[in-house]
Structure formats: structure tokens, C-alpha cells
């Protein structure tokens, strides 16, 4: 600090100013110190040298109200594909969650995977209004914070999109995790359960269905049994600690935990109970499994057991690799039947399998991280991951699932995922397959 | 392909026998937690998984307040005009069905207007949204539909038609889902009686039959007509939810889920892919792989360049919102902003014009666009917009 400022040239300047002056004279300091040592063969000048930021001010912490990620991080972000929309239009589209850089079991709220039927709907909180009606003996409309003050629960699910993996049932198309698995993401969701708010509203004997209705545009519906409802239903304004984002639904949407994300209708309006089911039309058009017989299973509602070895990748390869490394084979397991209880991994293409660890928390419904210590051998593998959980249920293999349903199912693709590293380390996304 | 470590190999195999045994136990008892980081949970879940009862404060691994909740009382009973505002869903059986009628040529007039720069003229798609008609309706002897059957195992052949007329199983959805979300732009802008112009042109286009009568240009749909109609696919769909027993039925269909769904097995060593008929799987790499993603990928953590500010003008966020889906590509039939040739071929008319008929509404265009509330000068406004982003120096 300059001690030759007078008492009255100190408040003459502004705060910030003074800031910037005495930034400005350290790093006039800084560029003296710059090489204390010379860098010499074998030396990282990242060692030697002192950084920029550790010889300047940084930011005032207060730059960011909301804070951002750092600017290096750009690349992290969800990606679109105009293959993946009508004509390129990105108001019925999805975008994919980079899930190749998400770490953990729960994905940042601005990361999350998004699909839109007409838009991402900009609700205004103080005229959003939830109606409940039709078999109940009171039917009810809430404002958002009546609907607050019931007691909340909160809970960590993930939510996928039942077209998660639907460009590969042909075979592999994209080279990129984040889009071959991306149509999901994770989040500790708060709100309150339905079943609260409807012992009070008296649902009648007779009620068997529960359509759920959007505000969006497109007034996206889905009939849902109320055994569900009745089960862990929820209806959530809370996403991993603050209020949902617009495109996951603001302010309002419904939670089924591990059924299609699809049914977990956003920018909520309207419950309705009945005793037959709507047809609506993303139930019957779309979301639909039609199978090699011609026929189209309906009402197709979990999410079943998957993974996916989410390192390495072809965005994160073993390129970098020399013989004898030690290297964590990592993934990410699900199932919205239940709880992963084991996760094997292949090297072989399928031949044989090796237990891997579960790490972290098991959560039911909810991502689960898996690991495999490896010695790379710089040798070709064949990569795969397969999931079993709490209900029984096994991944299939591209082959099993095949025989089942054919190939234009478009939903509800889980079967085995291969990722094939070649001798340089190379990763690329191939099936096995007939 | 290579030697697996044997000591891992082994390791697994003990690990993968010891947790089954845990698993087989866990399934034979009912309430017992079984593996670390699994739950007390039953089968039996309609949707063919298990579910985790709340018991004793603790649900899964979640703890949960025991206190009752009875008599919380929030909210208010809506009115019965309210309740009739919002409860506009149509279910097959006809209830929410309005009273209304439209003939099939009305339709044909509005479906030009508001509805065949996305859909294609008849129906037909080819501008990148969903195809409506032209799917052939002939059937397999079991009585399937046969475009349904199409399965494109290898590149080239035909795909499965899942059209109006071929794939969807009740017509209340249609009509219910025009009335509320379409024309797509601007949904909940038709009257009934265009709902039912527009259902009825749709119908036609399909060949769909009602009462055993075929649909022409004069045939008026009304409420009494359209609940004769039975659509071509309906029983194209299992398992079947209607009726008492629709939810049994999908708890069934689910329960056997290796059949109905495919599932997997658990082998551990020198297995073979149960799908493959004891031949050997082959690889099957990327054909045609795509990259066309935005943006483009990256994993890299540079620094981007410094960024424009870059102010967007009132103008170009009126046109991002209301003018782009239709202007912003060359396959909607509107020139396209920044395809600098077509703009100087609109320009010929002279700006007063291109302006005029922005506001007055052009070939497939409605007046400004469907946007009745701009003003004037706000069109000229993104017209001028528009060229200038379409200039040969921008």
C-alpha cells in the first residue's frame, strides 16, 4: 500500500479504485518476482514460475449474485442435435445432459437434460394455479405458496427419458456419451407427496387413473394409476436445493420416481382422477413401443435397469495412457424398478464379467456410481457394463432385447452398452450384435 | 482378445455368488434387508419393479416425520366455471366432447392455412414434423396392420408408418390434442367447430370410414358422427388398460418381464450371448457416424475469446420468438433470413411491399404471422430486421 496517501486523497477515491491502484502495483511486483529460479530440463514452469492468479487481486466475490462456473469449464454444457428436433427447431427438441463430465450421483440444475413439446414455458409464479378435481369428494386449487406449506419431503431420483439411447437400436450412430446416454440426468428433488394432499381431498373408491396436465403449449398430459400416485408421487418445486428451472418445469411438476420423465408432466396445471385412462396423445402417438409384430406395448411406465461406463469414453479416452497405469474403470448404474445391487464389467465383449464396486450411496431410483481398478495393457478391449437390481432384473444384451422387441421401438432401450478401446487408447461406441 | 486376471476373475465370481446368495435370501423373506444399500422392499409394483413401504418412519433409505398430517387445509374449492375452464381433456368414451361441426373441405381450407407449412400439404410431412397421412392401412391375416410390421434390420428398407390412420388408436386424441396444442404456434386458437373441420379433413386424408361411410369433401363431422368412429389401429396396443381390470392387466404384463419386455442374465464366465442362437455377436462399428451437435464437441478448458456484448435489438427478439421457426430455414416454404439471394429476389417487390405483405399475410403466411397484437411499425420494424440480416454485407 502506498503510505505517502494523504488521510483526504483516500476519500477522494473510491473503494474500488483504490483496489484497482494497489492491484495494479502488485502486479507491477509480481512481474519482478516472475522467475525466482531458472526453469530448468524437467522442470514444470507451472511450478517455477508463480501463477497470474496467485500475484493479482482476484474477483470482488460479490461480481457473480448468482455465481457461474469458472470460464474454463465452457465446454461443459448441454448439446443439441438438429437430428434430434423437426427441422431443426429447438422449441419440441431435447438437449442432451454432458454426462461424460458430471460428477458424482446429482447433475447441476443448469446441466440437466431438457425435452419440450412446445417451448420452455416461462411461468409466472404468482398467476400459477394447480387444480385437483374429478373423483375426489373436494376438489381443491392451490396457489404455489399454498402448495408450499404442505410439509415437504425430498428425495434423490434420477429422470430419463424414455428415448434415452432411442438413435441406436439400428445400430451405433453418435460417437459421444453424451449422446448415446445423455436423456438423463439426477437431482435431489424437494416438494410435498401427493398422497398428503389427497387424504384431505378424499379420493373416491371408484378412482383408478390420474391425468396429469402441463400449462405449456402443448398441455403435455399423461394418465398415471393411481397406485402410483398413492406410492411415492410427488409433487416438486425444489431441485437440488433451490426452485426448479424453467426447463425442468417452474414452477411446479410431477415426480414418479424411476418411470419415464416424460410422465413426469412439468409446468403443472391439473389433476384429474377417473376410473379410465385418457389416451392422451403421448400415450398413444409417441411414447409407445411398437414391436416387430406390429403391435406397440402402451402404458410403458419404468425406466429398467442400465449403466453405462462413463470413464473412459470417447470424450474422455485412454489416450493418454501407458502401459502398467493403473486406471479406474468408473460408471453410472440405474433402475427405475428399484436399487442396483451389482454392476459387472466385461473386457471382453461379454465373454466373461468381473464384479465391480459399488461407491458412494445406493439410492433406490436414483443414479449409482460404480468402479473397476484396471491395469492398462494397451491392449484392444471390447468395454462393457451391465446393471442388476433389487427386483431381479438383468441388462439384456443388444441380442436379448432385440429378440424381444425388434428394432423401431424407439423407447426403452437398456441393453448393454460396449464402448471398444483400441490399442492407442482410442474409445469408440460399437454394439455387439447379430 | 486378451487374458483376464485371473485372481480379479476369481475374486469377482466369490463376490457375484456371495451377493446372489444374499439376494436369493433377501427375495425369499419379505422384510429383510439383504445386500448393504438395498432396502426393505416387496415385488408386486404395477410397473413390474419393487416398491419400499413406509413403515415405522423410514421409507427406503429416507426417514420420514410420522406425525399425521389429517386436517391440513390449504387451498380452495375451485368454482364450477373454473373447473370448466381447465377440465377440456376429450376421452374416448366422449367425455369433454364438444358440440361443434366442420366439414372436410372447411378443414382442408384451414388445415392449407394454419397447419401445411409444418405438417406438408395432405398431411404428408416432408418439412421435418410430424407426418399425418399416407401410411397404408392393409393387414396381415392375424390383422395387424402391415406397414407396422416393417423393420429396418438393415439400411434402406421401409420404416414403420405410425400415421394418423395406421397408428393411433382413438380419434378423441386427436381432436383433444388440436383443440389444446395446435395450430403449434399458436395453440388454443381454434373454435370447435374448426376443430371439427380440421379433425375431419385429417380423417379423410387417412381414409378413415365412419359409420360405413366414406369421408368426402362435403361429409360435415359433428359430436354425434364422431362417436361412431373406430380407428384402424385400435387394438394395435397391449397391455389392455381399459376397463376394471386395465391397471391388473399392465401389473401381469410386467411381472413377466424377460418375456414381455426382455431382460437379461446373470453369467459371469465364458458366456454366450443368449440372443445370438450360439453364433458368435459381431462388432458393429458407427456407419454413418453424426456429428452435426451444437456446439460442436469439446472438452478442451481454454479460455474462450473475449465476447461481443452484443445487444440484441427489440427487433431481433421479436423475430427469434415469433418469425424464426418458419423463417429461420429454407424448408418451410418462407425465405429463409440469411439466404442473401432469395431476399434480393423479395426485394424486387419493393420494401413498401414486402412490408405490406408481412402485415396483410402472404402465401402460407397469416397477417404478421399469426401475431395479431403487433403493431405495424413493429413488423416493419422486423422486416427491416430481417433484410438487413440477409444483406450481401452482413
Redesign the interface.
Same mark, same amino acid.
Given at each position: 500500500m502506498d503510505k505517502t496517501l494523504k488521510k483526504e486523497e483516500m476519500n477522494s477515491i473510491s473503494r474500488r479504485d483504490f483496489f484497482k491502484k494497489t492491484a495494479s502495483v502488485s502486479a507491477v511486483a509480481a512481474a519482478a518476482l516472475l522467475s525466482p529460479s531458472a526453469v530448468l530440463a524437467g522442470d514444470d514452469e507451472n511450478i517455477i514460475h508463480h501463477t497470474k492468479w496467485g500475484t493479482t487481486l482476484g474477483d470482488e466475490l460479490n461480481k457473480f449474485p448468482y455465481g457461474l462456473p469458472s470460464?474454463?469449464?465452457?465446454?461443459v454444457?448441454r448439446?443439441?442435435?438438429?437430428?434430434m428436433?423437426?427441422?431443426?427447431?429447438m422449441?419440441?427438441a431435447v438437449s442432451m445432459c454432458p454426462i461424460?463430465?458430471i460428477q458424482g450421483i446429482i447433475v447441476p440444475n443448469g446441466l440437466h437434460f431438457t425435452r419440450t413439446?412446445?417451448g420452455v414455458a416461462q411461468v409466472d409464479p404468482n398467476k400459477f394455479r394447480l387444480?385437483i378435481?374429478g373423483l375426489v369428494d373436494?376438489?381443491?386449487?392451490?396457489?404455489l405458496d399454498?402448495?408450499k406449506?404442505?410439509?415437504s419431503?425430498s428425495?434423490i431420483h434420477f429422470l430419463e427419458c424414455p428415448s434415452n439411447g432411442a438413435?441406436e437400436w439400428?445400430?451405433?450412430?453418435?460417437?459421444?456419451l453424451q449422446?448415446v446416454k445423455g436423456m438423463m440426468s439426477a437431482s435431489e428433488w424437494t416438494g410435498v407427496r401427493l398422497k398428503?394432499i389427497l387424504?384431505?381431498l378424499g379420493l373416491k373408491p371408484t378412482a383408478?387413473?390420474m391425468?396429469a396436465?402441463g400449462s405449456d403449449? !402443448?398441455?403435455m *398430459?399423461r394418465s398415471v394409476?393411481v397406485?402410483?400416485v398413492l /406410492?411415492?408421487a410427488m409433487l416438486v418445486w425444489g431441485q437440488n436445493g433451490e426452485a426448479l428451472r424453467p426447463e425442468q418445469g417452474y414452477p411446479v411438476r410431477l415426480l414418479l420416481p424411476?418411470?419415464e420423465a416424460n410422465l413426469c408432466v412439468k409446468w403443472l396445471?391439473?389433476l384429474?382422477f377417473?376410473d379410465?385412462?385418457?389416451?392422451?396423445?403421448e400415450e398413444?402417438?409417441k411414447y409407445?413401443?411398437?414391436t416387430?409384430?406390429?403391435?406397440?406395448?402402451?402404458?410403458?411406465?419404468?425406466l429398467?435397469v442400465n449403466s453405462i461406463i462413463t470413464s473412459p469414453c470417447p470424450?474422455?479416452p485412454w489416450d493418454d495412457l501407458i502401459q502398467g497405469d493403473m486406471v479406474e474403470i468408473e460408471g453410472l448404474a440405474w !433402475?427405475?424398478? *428399484?436399487?442396483i445391487?451389482?454392476v459387472?464389467i466385461s473386457? /471382453?465383449?461379454?465373454?466373461?464379467?468381473?464384479?465391480a464396486n459399488?461407491k458412494g450411496?445406493?439410492?433406490?431410483k436414483a443414479w449409482t456410481r460404480f468402479s473397476y481398478m484396471y491395469?492398462y495393457?494397451g491392449?484392444?478391449?471390447?468395454l462393457s457394463s451391465?446393471a442388476?437390481?433389487?427386483?431381479?432384473?438383468?441388462?439384456?444384451?443388444?441380442?436379448?432385447?432385440?429378440?424381444?422387441?425388434?428394432?423401431?421401438g424407439v423407447y426403452?432401450r437398456n441393453?448393454?452398452c460396449?464402448w471398444?478401446v483400441t490399442a492407442k487408447g482410442e474409445v469408440?461406441?460399437?454394439?455387439?450384435?447379430? | 482378445?486378451?487374458n483376464?486376471?485371473r485372481k480379479?476373475?476369481t475374486?469377482?465370481i466369490v463376490?457375484?455368488f456371495s451377493?446372489s446368495l444374499l439376494?436369493g435370501g433377501?427375495?425369499g423373506g419379505t422384510d429383510a434387508p439383504?445386500?448393504?444399500?438395498?432396502?426393505v422392499?416387496t415385488?408386486g409394483?404395477?410397473?413390474?419393479?419393487?416398491?419400499?413401504p413406509r413403515k415405522d418412519g423410514v421409507?427406503?433409505?429416507?426417514r420420514?416425520?410420522e406425525q399425521s398430517?389429517?386436517?391440513?387445509?390449504?387451498?380452495?374449492?375451485?368454482t364450477a366455471n373454473?373447473?370448466e375452464a381447465?377440465?377440456k381433456?376429450i376421452?374416448?368414451?366422449g367425455?369433454g366432447l364438444p358440440e361443434g361441426e366442420g366439414s372436410v373441405d372447411e378443414g382442408d381450407e384451414l388445415y392449407e392455412k394454419q397447419c401445411a407449412s409444418?405438417h406438408g400439404d395432405f398431411g404428408a410431412g416432408g418439412?421435418?414434423?410430424?407426418t399425418l397421412t399416407g401410411g397404408n392401412q392393409d393387414r396381415?391375416p392375424n390383422g395387424?396392420?402391415?406397414t407396422?410390421?416393417?423393420?429396418?434390420?438393415v439400411p434402406g428398407l421401409d420404416?414403420?408408418k405410425?400415421t394418423?390412420g395406421t397408428?393411433?388408436?382413438?380419434a378423441?386424441?386427436l381432436i383433444?390434442?388440436i383443440r389444446?396444442?395446435m395450430p403449434?404456434a399458436h395453440?388454443k386458437s381454434l373454435t370447435n367447430n374448426e376443430i371439427y373441420a380440421l379433425t375431419a379433413y385429417l380423417l379423410a386424408q387417412n381414409y378413415i370410414v365412419i359409420d360405413g361411410e366414406e369421408m368426402d369433401g362435403d361429409y360435415v363431422l359433428n359430436r354425434e358422427k364422431f362417436l361412431k368412429i373406430k380407428m384402424p389401429n385400435e387394438d394395435?396396443?397391449?397391455?389392455n388398460?381399459?376397463g376394471?381390470d386395465?391397471?391388473e392387466n399392465?401389473r401381469a404384463?410386467?411381472a413377466d418381464?424377460a418375456?414381455?419386455?426382455?431382460?437379461?442374465?446373470?453369467?459371469?464366465?465364458?458366456?454366450k450371448?443368449?440372443?445370438?442362437d450360439g453364433?458368435e455377436?459381431?462388432?458393429?462399428?458407427?456407419?454413418?457416424?453424426?456429428t452435426?451437435?451444437?456446439?460442436a464437441?469439446?472438452?478442451?478448458?481454454?479460455?474462450?475469446p473475449e465476447e461481443d456484448d452484443g445487444v440484441v435489438s427489440k427487433a431481433e427478439k421479436m423475430y427469434n420468438t415469433s418469425c424464426k421457426?418458419c423463417h429461420?430455414?429454407d424448408?418451410?416454404g418462407a425465405p429463409m433470413v440469411g439466404d442473401v439471394a432469395m431476399w434480393r429476389k423479395v426485394m424486387e417487390k419493393g420494401f413498401g411491399k414486402v412490408v405490406h405483405n408481412a402485415i396483410d399475410g402472404i402465401g402460407g403466411m397469416p397477417p404478421k404471422g399469426g401475431y395479431e397484437d403487433f403493431t405495424n411499425s413493429e413488423v416493419q420494424m422486423i422486416v427491416e430486421f430481417m433484410i438487413e440480416s440477409s444483406s450481401e454485407k452482413h
Open positions: 470460464k474454463y469449464e465452457h465446454s454444457v448439446r443439441t442435435s438438429s437430428l428436433s423437426s427441422a431443426g427447431d422449441h419440441a461424460h463430465e413439446h412446445n387444480m378435481h373436494k376438489p381443491i386449487v392451490l396457489t399454498e402448495l406449506k404442505y410439509p419431503e428425495r438413435g439400428k445400430g451405433p450412430q453418435f460417437n459421444s449422446f398428503t387424504d384431505e383408478k387413473w391425468l396436465e403449449g !402443448s398441455e *398430459g394409476p397406485e402410483k /406410492d411415492d424411476g418411470w396445471k391439473r384429474e377417473s379410465k385412462p385418457w389416451y392422451a396423445k398413444t402417438s409407445t413401443v411398437l416387430a409384430s406390429g403391435k406397440a406395448i402402451q402404458h410403458f411406465y419404468a429398467e470424450e474422455k !433402475s427405475g424398478h *428399484g436399487t445391487t451389482n459387472d473386457l /471382453d465383449g461379454g465373454k466373461n464379467w468381473i464384479e459399488l450411496l445406493v439410492l433406490p491395469k495393457e491392449k484392444p478391449l471390447l451391465r442388476v437390481d433389487d427386483s431381479k432384473n438383468v441388462q439384456p444384451t443388444v441380442n436379448q432385447e432385440k429378440a424381444v422387441i425388434g428394432v423401431e426403452h441393453s448393454i460396449t471398444e469408440h461406441n460399437v454394439q455387439l450384435r447379430s | 482378445m486378451f483376464l486376471d480379479l476373475m475374486t469377482g463376490l457375484a451377493s439376494y433377501f427375495f439383504s445386500v448393504p444399500g438395498t432396502y422392499s415385488m409394483s404395477v410397473d413390474g419393479g419393487v416398491v419400499y421409507t427406503g433409505p429416507y420420514y416425520s398430517t389429517a386436517g391440513i387445509n390449504h387451498g380452495r374449492v375451485p373454473e373447473i381447465w377440465d381433456d376421452m374416448p368414451d367425455t409444418c418439412r421435418g414434423y410430424p396381415l395387424v396392420i402391415k407396422l410390421t416393417n423393420q429396418r434390420t420404416a414403420p405410425r394418423i397408428y393411433w388408436p382413438k378423441s386424441t383433444w390434442y389444446d396444442a403449434y395453440p394395435g396396443f397391449y397391455p388398460i381399459d376394471p386395465g391397471v399392465v404384463f410386467f418381464r418375456k414381455n419386455i426382455g431382460a437379461g442374465t446373470r453369467c459371469m464366465k465364458d458366456c450371448d443368449p440372443g445370438m453364433k455377436a459381431v462388432v458393429m462399428r458407427i456407419a454413418n457416424e453424426i452435426d451437435v451444437v456446439p464437441y469439446s472438452v478442451v478448458r481454454d479460455l474462450l421457426l429461420g430455414t424448408q418451410m
